[in-house]
């Protein structure tokens, strides 16, 4: 019962921030210390998932050979300018490739 009662508090929490967000008036938005706040946070927020989903298993800190290599190799298709669903690709044959040669 309390998880649903967090994923509630969690939903309203979120749909009022939005509502913050869509009555903000336009000079506060277009102040640059908050333009390059909004700009940063969501690189920082991918950035930490793609961290944690990348070197943890369950509760504890692993290096997973093949996840670190489709990370490495989706990043080095993202600084070729790769399409998005061609850097999926290329990160999942990465791992898949790894794993089916008995890496990891």
Do not use: Y
Request: include cysteine; charge should be positive; charged fraction near 10%.
């Amino acid at each position: 019962m309390s998880m649903w009662i967090a994923v509630l508090v969690t939903g309203v929490g979120c749909l009022l921030l939005k509502v913050v967000g869509m009555t903000a008036p336009r000079r506060l938005l277009d102040n640059p210390r908050i333009a390059d706040f909004a700009t940063i946070v969501p690189v920082a927020l991918l950035a930490a998932l793609i961290g944690l989903e990348t070197f943890t298993s369950g509760q504890s800190l692993t290096v997973d050979v093949p996840r670190v290599a489709a990370v490495a190799a989706a990043a080095v298709a993202l600084a070729l300018r790769a399409p998005f669903l061609v850097v999926l690709l290329v990160a999942a044959a990465t791992a898949a490739g790894l794993r089916a040669v008995g890496v990891g």
